[in-house]
């Protein structure tokens, strides 16, 4: 397979080695590699800054066989996405989603200086939990949570996008019609009673959509399953990984899984004073929208409505078959709506 790679002028002022690292990945994956040194600025900076309208120039100075070159990034994309296990449904999208031509073309070369990107950088890096085995301080949270609530500031304006894209749409307006399916018929491993009380919840869901609707968080992405295993750190910088089970949602139903992780990781009792330390580093970005004291709130509530979350994603898990040696484990996922802190009384 022949690739045409186009570096961008931020790689080759400032960062050679992750060209350099893109170039070892696709040769590795048995490509050649073609590099046309006449390609000049796609417009990205523009583009970033809001100058949209001028992109189009940037991209009309390129060489003419480069820009037929980028034109062919689709096939590219296909063939790539091809080779990795899983990988027919992202072929599927990656065909589709750069038949509009040289624009797409251009991001398809800086995902693959991304790849480079995240070679050299997490050669060096070290996963969280394994940190925590020789350090076990609740002020990496204390760090990597601020970091991470910019993320979904940042990202909050795209939220439509983003699930026009594919991702799961759990944001508040939904969340009543996926409670109501939760509930609609009796996970096996529930008792009667248990499903009585999770049907009682019915009203609770509905007042936090309410409590939602009258405060200016917004909804954005939210990885959902944000733990120890997902952050990564190197030199004092963070990266977050493993965004399979992210959805579009409230971003408060990100402690659904964090904060219960850090209390198990780090033995925590319920209503710690390092668990409040960990909350309030994380909420203080989300002060640009609200008071503290409204944001705290709203922590407890989407704290336990967030397990509609986690639940609906078993649920259609278990559809598929997934759990099938775990037939119960929706009904324990359930229970964590009913009891966030139900954990607590789990044994090995």
């Not at 050679?16 to 990205?44: K, N, Y």
């Not at 759990?323 to 009891?339: I, K, N, T, V």
């Amino acid at each position: 397979m022949r690739v045409s790679l186009f570096i961008t002028c931020l790689v080759d002022q400032l960062w050679p080695e992750i060209g350099a690292s893109a170039v070892a990945v696709l040769r590795r994956a048995g490509c050649e590699v073609l590099f046309d040194q006449r390609q000049t600025c796609c417009g990205q900076p523009a583009f970033n800054t809001g100058y949209r309208s001028s992109i189009d120039g940037h991209l009309a100075a390129l060489p003419a066989d480069v820009a037929r070159q980028a034109r062919e990034a689709p096939a590219i994309a296909v063939q790539l996405a091809s080779r990795v296990p899983g990988g027919d449904a992202l072929a599927t999208a990656a065909r589709e989603a750069f038949t509009t031509g040289m624009r797409y073309a251009v991001l398809l070369g800086m995902a693959l200086l991304a790849i480079g990107a995240l070679f050299v950088w997490f050669r060096g890096a070290s996963r969280t939990e394994e940190v925590l085995e020789d350090d076990l301080d609740v002020r990496y949270w204390e760090e990597a949570l601020p970091l991470y609530a910019e993320l979904q500031i940042a990202a909050a304006p795209d939220a439509d996008e983003l699930v026009a894209a594919g991702a799961l749409d759990r944001r508040v307006r939904v969340l009543p019609s996926a409670f109501a399916e939760l509930v609609a018929v009796r996970a096996e491993g529930l008792t009667d009673e248990e499903q009585r009380e999770l049907h009682a919840l019915a009203p609770e869901v509905q007042r936090f959509v309410e409590q939602v609707a009258s405060h200016r968080v917004p909804e954005t992405i939210q990885n959902d399953d944000f733990t120890d295993g997902s952050i990564f750190i190197r030199d004092g910088s963070y990266r977050f990984l493993d965004w399979g089970d992210a959805c579009v949602s409230h971003p408060f139903f990100a402690l659904t899984v964090t904060q219960r992780v850090i209390e198990i990781r780090h033995k925590l009792p319920l209503a710690s004073k390092e668990i409040e330390r960990v909350r309030d580093s994380y909420l203080e970005p989300f002060t640009r929208f609200e008071p503290r004291e409204e944001l705290e709130s709203m922590v407890e509530p989407a704290r336990r409505i967030g397990q509609i979350c986690r639940a609906a994603m078993r649920l259609d898990a278990h559809r598929t078959g997934a759990y099938s040696d775990e037939p119960d484990e929706l009904a324990w996922s359930l229970r964590l709506l009913l009891d966030p802190e139900v954990w607590r009384t789990w044994h090995d």
